[in-house]
């Protein structure tokens, strides 16, 4: 029997990209989904396609900003599972611009979508987690906190502090919780639609369009983190294509 069969897994951003591979692959492996983001017509497609594959999933639209919705995308969990064993915090955006762009707002959109985001649900599923006595946190980065470039400092900034908030959170966690920090590089999702500079949006798209890896590849990398044995915590994953510098 696989780590992942049966594992109730909630999963924000889940609607494309990454979230959609990862939900596709542990239900494939027999986890029960709960599948959070802000596209629910997406989200009951994905989930249609899960049940069509004998696999099972429940939905609930989820805006990462609102710390309320991370706790219905947790309670839905316990509701219809009894439990919740691993939150996968994938929910992002990278609107990527020069700083004297000064699109402040965007900034701001980071900030609250990548930091706050992964705080509200750490802040939703840590006490679960602690009343089962058991739980696992697996968090998308982002290669770009650990290497910081031109028309990248807002975005690193935001996954900079999610590597520290997660570094914090694992070791403050005891020797029953998991935490997982994974680190994409160039990924084949629609991350460059993002950036509202052209400029930024067509360099994005072509280095995509050269070197990027599918998402399935940051899936399999999710998917390792979670089958380990429950002593076992991986720590840090960093999935980049070959090509990239």
Same mark, same amino acid.
């Given at each position: ?5 049966? %594992? ?12 959609? *591979? ?6 494939? &492996?027999?986890?029960? @989904? ?7 017509? &997406?989200?009951?497609? @994905? ?21 309320? $919705? ?41 900030? $609250?979508?990548?930091? %706050?985001?992964? @705080? ?10 602690? *009343? ?26 935001? %996954?900079?502090?999610?590597? *520290? ?7 403050? *966690?005891? $020797?029953? @919780? &998991? ?10 999702? $629609? ?15 072509r280095v995509r369009d050269d070197i990027a890896i599918a998402p399935e590849a940051i899936a ?9 044995p429950a002593d076992v915590d991986v720590n840090d994953i960093v999935v980049r294509p070959t090509?990239?510098?």
């Amino acid at each position: 029997m696989s780590e992942i069969e049966g %594992k109730v897994v909630a999963i924000t951003g889940a609607s494309s990209g990454i979230g959609e *591979a990862t939900a596709l692959l542990l239900a494939a &492996r027999g986890a029960r @989904l709960v599948l959070g983001a802000r596209r629910s017509a &997406r989200l009951a497609g @994905l989930v249609a396609r899960i049940e069509e594959a004998g696999g099972t999933a429940v939905q609930i639209r989820t805006d990462v900003t609102r710390r309320d $919705d991370l706790r219905a995308l947790v309670a839905l969990a316990t509701e219809s599972f009894g439990r919740l064993d691993v939150l996968v915090c994938n929910a992002g955006v990278g609107t990527i611009s020069p700083l004297d762009d000064l699109r402040v707002d965007e900034w701001t959109h980071m900030v $609250d979508v990548n930091v %706050k985001g992964v @705080l509200h649900g750490i802040g939703a599923a840590l006490p679960v987690f602690r *009343a089962q006595g058991t739980g696992h946190f697996v968090t998308t980065a982002s290669t770009a906190a650990f290497r910081i470039v031109p028309t990248m400092a807002v975005y690193a900034g935001t %996954k900079f502090a999610v590597r *520290a908030l997660c570094e914090g959170l694992r070791q403050e *966690a005891g $020797d029953s @919780l &998991r935490v997982t920090t994974v680190s994409p590089g160039a990924t084949a999702t $629609d991350f460059a639609e993002a950036s509202t500079n052209s400029q930024v949006r067509a360099e994005i798209a072509r280095v995509r369009d050269d070197i990027a890896i599918a998402p399935e590849a940051i899936a399999r990398a999710i998917a390792f983190a979670i089958e380990q044995p429950a002593d076992v915590d991986v720590n840090d994953i960093v999935v980049r294509p070959t090509a990239q510098g």
